[in-house]
């Protein structure tokens, strides 16, 4: 979770774990390839902290790792995509980091379990913190996809999306961007293949760091671009930060546009003057609407899922999160503490998402809040009027 004047950043999962999936041994490198496996296996090795990687990852298929630092240290990092300067605006003295990768491997076909992974860290003293984590993984192929781990922290509030019509959001905690769909041949039916980055970053006060935002942005791009090469895609994607809004700020409660939704009023129990809001900037892929407590934990979360190609990682959750909703060609599913709802609009399938937990009155909240939301969200972007038929009420 991410903070109100503070609050933890987005804890409240971690990304998908590595272990997830295996990984078949990449099949005889073209040259490109080839050169770059020697360039990993090259410089001073922590056999330590790559092994450890390795193992979560893989668990025991073998791969080229990296491992260096120090003097010996490539210039550039991650699958050969970041210089280490463009990592300053986010960690301390990036010359000295460790470097602990796989490159990418899988197919170019989706659904090949196409992936990979770099960690870069400071040895310390007693142990290794992991400072920055950069993944390639497809999105619903793992068993965290859409109502867990990766959703609630990399969909938050918190998040700006790039804009251009690029499929990724950028905050100063994390960042993620889809590979073009022409990279990877048709989209998969459980959503797209993205890269993912992360590190224990720390929000200062609350308020969105645009800074580091911004660095987080470009270096997503960098390991993006660096993906596409790989998998020989045409052409390359452009600086995204001066197409970016501004990052969002916390805000009270509005009466009559209850999360920034005009027309959506406030459940009981939610009408709370000490509550603050942290609403998704500007136009993307994603509209999301955190609200928060004086204890700066985040107990709320409405969701609309805006692209059909981010909203396909929800088709499992809305065949079997819970109870049935009907809604005529439409469906979702509704539990004690979500409700999820897809609809077709104009631009394809959206999703919309009510989440509560801070209150002990939260099932009853998300019955109340879900269907006018859906109604407000749906009457915004052209949905026509969708009609939600709850399952009974289990009290």
């Known amino acids: 979770m991410t903070d109100a004047p503070r609050p933890e950043p987005d804890t409240g999962a971690g990304p998908p774990t590595d272990d997830e999936a295996g990984v078949a041994t990449p099949a005889a490198a073209p040259p490109r390839r080839r050169r770059h496996l020697r360039r990993l296996l090259r410089g001073r090795l922590r056999p330590a902290l790559a092994a450890a990687v390795a193992g979560a990852v893989l668990a025991g298929t073998a791969v080229a790792w990296q491992a260096g630092a120090g003097p010996f240290a490539e210039d550039r990092v991650c699958w050969d995509a970041l210089e280490r300067d463009s990592l300053s605006p986010i960690i301390d003295d990036p010359d000295e980091l460790d470097a602990a990768e796989l490159p990418p491997v899988g197919g170019r076909t989706p659904g090949d379990g196409r992936q990979a992974v770099c960690r870069l860290s400071h040895d310390g003293e007693r142990m290794t913190e992991t400072l920055f984590t950069a993944r390639l993984h497809e999105l619903g192929g793992d068993r965290n996809g859409a109502s867990g781990k990766w959703a609630e922290e990399f969909l938050s509030g918190r998040m700006s999306p790039l804009g251009g019509g690029l499929l990724g959001m950028a905050s100063d905690e994390r960042a993620w961007l889809a590979i073009p769909d022409g990279c990877l041949g048709p989209p998969r039916v459980e959503g797209p293949t993205v890269v993912d980055v992360s590190g224990p970053f720390l929000s200062r006060g609350g308020k969105v760091d645009t800074g580091r935002r911004d ?34 700020r916390y805000t009270d409660h509005e009466s009559g546009a209850f999360c920034g939704v005009d027309g959506l009023r406030a459940p009981p129990g939610r009408r709370d003057d000490d509550s603050r809001f942290l609403v998704t900037p500007g136009h993307g892929p994603v509209r999301t609407c955190d609200q928060y407590q004086l204890d700066h934990e985040r107990d709320l979360r409405l969701t609309t899922v805006e692209d059909p190609r981010l909203a396909r990682i929800y088709r499992d959750e809305l065949r079997h999160g819970g109870a049935r909703i009907d809604g005529g060609a439409d469906y979702g599913s509704l539990d004690e503490y979500a409700g999820v709802f897809g609809a077709t609009c104009q631009t394809g399938r959206v999703v919309f998402l009510v989440r509560a937990e801070g209150s002990d009155d939260h099932a009853n909240q998300v019955r109340e809040l879900l269907p006018r939301y859906v109604e407000a969200e749906a009457r915004r972007l052209g949905c026509g009027s969708p009609t939600l038929r709850l399952p009974p009420d289990p009290t």
């Open 215 to 248: 660095a987080l942005a470009r270096i997503v791009v960098d390991l993006v671009n660096a993906v596409g090469s790989d998998l020989g895609c045409g052409g390359t994607i452009a600086d995204p930060v001066a197409g970016m809004p501004r990052p969002p």
